[in-house]
Antibody, heavy 119, light 111 residues
Framework: EVQLVESGGGLVQPGGSLRLSCAAS????????IHWVRQAPGKGLVWVSD????????NYADAVRGRFTISRDNDKNTVYLQMNSLRAEDTAVYFC????????????WGQGNLVTVSS | IVLTQTPLSSPVTLGQPASISCRSS???????????LSWLQQRPGQPPRLLIY???NRFSGVPDRFSGSGAGTDFTLKISRVEAEDVGVYYC?????????FGGGTKVEIK
């Protein structure tokens, strides 16, 4: 069974930092892209970042480029999202999602982890 | 690429059909010839779940009352007979190029 479990969220002050983790199981992690998508309270879905299977290719949404860094450890089956210079508008549930195989897209989603940026 | 969904809300009687439209600001045909348009369902309090990919392919475990159609810039998700468990918000998603973008969502509720 494919599982993606996010952790590391919580309350942080504006300007602060957090690191989200996404622990994967049930599939050959090192063969898949991983994406992060966020959802502000009561709002829609916004793609944030992705990383390819060996970690050499990374992409970011304009809203987070320069502040967020995605990385992965294929030995630990884990993807990380380092979030710096956090702003109130970064408040959201962050979802970790597996990139699909054989077609360009995303398939399995984690349960999500809430990040709240507030003083 | 901007995806515009209509309607914003769709009250439906149990057992009746529902239809959601997703219109793209530009063609979603990839250079490989495929069109990477997906549909997701988000039940209340749950993460999104993939229903349909590449316009019309049902993902693993998705009931056959869900179907997708369309081409180019206009796409439709249909639920043939709405059940109580179908209540939630539905999103279209394109993954033709980076960045992926989502439609604004359509809320399906029971009358």
């Amino acid at each position: 069974e494919v599982q993606l479990v996010e952790s590391g969220g919580g309350l942080v002050q504006p300007g602060g930092s957090l690191r989200l983790s996404c622990a994967a199981s049930g599939f050959t992690f090192s063969n898949y892209w991983i994406h992060w998508v966020r959802q502000a309270p009561g709002k829609g879905l916004v793609w944030v970042s992705d990383i390819n299977s060996d970690g050499r290719s990374r992409n970011y949404a304009d809203a987070v480029r320069g502040r967020f860094t995605i990385s992965r450890d294929n030995d630990k089956n884990t993807v990380y999202l380092q979030m710096n210079s956090l702003r109130a508008e970064d408040t959201a549930v962050y979802f970790c999602i597996r990139g699909s195989k054989g077609w360009n897209g995303i398939d399995y989603w984690g349960q999500g982890n809430l990040v709240t940026v507030s003083s | 690429i901007v995806l515009t969904q209509t309607p914003l809300s769709s009250p439906v009687t149990l057992g009746q059909p529902a239809s959601i439209s997703c219109r793209s600001s530009q063609s979603l045909v990839h250079s490989d010839g495929n069109t990477y348009l997906s549909w997701l369902q988000q039940r209340p309090g749950q993460p999104p779940r993939l229903l349909i990919y590449k316009i019309s392919n049902r993902f693993s475990g998705v009931p056959d009352r869900f179907s997708g159609s369309g081409a180019g810039t206009d796409f439709t998700l249909k639920i043939s007979r709405v059940e109580a468990e179908d209540v939630g918000v539905y999103y279209c998603l394109h993954s033709t190029q980076s960045p992926f973008t989502f439609g604004g969502g359509t809320k399906v509720e029971i009358k």
